[in-house]
C-alpha cells in the first residue's frame, strides 16, 4: 500500500505541477512580474501632480530561465506532497468501506483547493510584489491555522455524524471570526487592480492544480489496487 501512496502521488503530483506551472506562466507571472516593475520604481501608478502614469503592458517571460525553473521544480514538489497527503486520506477513508473512484477524486482536490488556497485567501489573499502587510509572523499563524481548521471542519461535514458537519461549519468560520492580521491602512506601489487580478488569477491556476491533482491520485490508486 506505501508503494501506491508514493506512485500516485508522485505521478499526480508532477501532472498537476506541471498544470499549475503552464496557467501560472501564460497569467500569473506576467502580472507578477509587472507588480515588480512598480515595487521597484520603473513604473508608477501615479505621477508626482497625480496624474495617471500606468502604462499597461506585461514585461516577456523570456530571460530568467533559472527563475523558472525553480517556479515549475517547486510546483512539482508541493502538488507531490499535496498528493501525497490526499492518497493518505483517500487510503484512510478506503479502510473505513468509502471507496474513491477517479470522478469523486475532483471532490478531494476541491476539498484540498478550500482548505489550502481558497479559505485563507478569504482572509489573506494572494499578495502581488510591493504590497503593504502585516508581520509576516502574525500572518504565517493565522494561515497556517486556517488551513488546519479548514481541513479538519471539511472533514466533519463530509464524514462526521448526528452535529458533527455543523461543528465542522463552526470550526471552518472561527479563524475568519477571529480576523486576519491586517495594517489599519491600505496603501502600496501597484495598481489596486493589478494586486485584484493577480489574486484571482493565482487562486484560478491553483483551482486547476489541485482539481487534476485529486482526480489523478483517486485513478491512479484505484488503477494500482486492481
Not at 52 to 70: I, V
Not at 112 to 122: D, E, S, T
Request: with cysteine; glycine share 12%.
Amino acid at each position: 500500500m506505501t508503494k501506491n501512496l508514493f506512485v500516485s502521488a508522485i505521478c499526480a503530483g508532477i501532472a498537476a505541477g506541471l498544470l499549475a506551472s503552464a496557467l501560472q506562466f501564460t497569467f500569473v507571472i506576467p502580472v507578477l512580474l509587472e507588480g515588480e516593475l512598480y515595487e521597484t520604481g520603473a513604473r508608477v501608478h501615479f505621477g508626482a501632480d497625480g496624474s495617471p502614469q500606468s502604462d499597461r503592458g506585461a514585461p516577456p517571460l523570456a530571460g530568467d530561465w533559472l527563475r523558472h525553473s525553480m517556479t515549475v521544480a517547486f510546483n512539482i514538489v508541493t502538488y507531490t506532497g499535496y498528493g501525497l497527503l490526499l492518497a493518505a486520506m483517500i487510503s484512510f477513508a478506503s479502510l473505513k468501506g468509502i471507496t474513491t473512484t477517479a470522478k469523486q477524486g475532483l471532490i478531494w482536490g476541491l476539498c484540498g483547493y478550500v482548505a489550502v488556497q481558497l479559505a485563507p485567501a478569504i482572509g489573506l489573499p494572494p499578495e502581488l510584489p510591493g504590497t503593504i502587510a502585516a508581520e509576516v509572523g502574525q500572518r504565517q499563524l493565522w494561515w497556517i491555522s486556517t488551513i488546519l481548521a479548514s481541513a479538519a471542519g471539511l472533514g466533519l461535514i463530509a464524514f462526521g455524524r448526528s452535529y458533527l458537519p455543523l461543528a465542522g461549519v463552526v470550526l471552518m468560520a472561527i479563524p475568519h471570526l477571529l480576523g486576519a492580521p491586517h495594517l489599519d491602512t491600505f496603501f502600496g506601489v501597484a495598481p489596486p487592480e493589478l494586486a485584484a487580478e493577480f489574486a484571482t488569477l493565482s487562486l484560478g491556476a491553483a483551482a486547476a492544480g489541485w482539481v487534476l491533482l485529486g482526480y489523478a491520485v483517486a485513478a491512479i490508486l484505484q488503477h494500482l489496487e486492481r
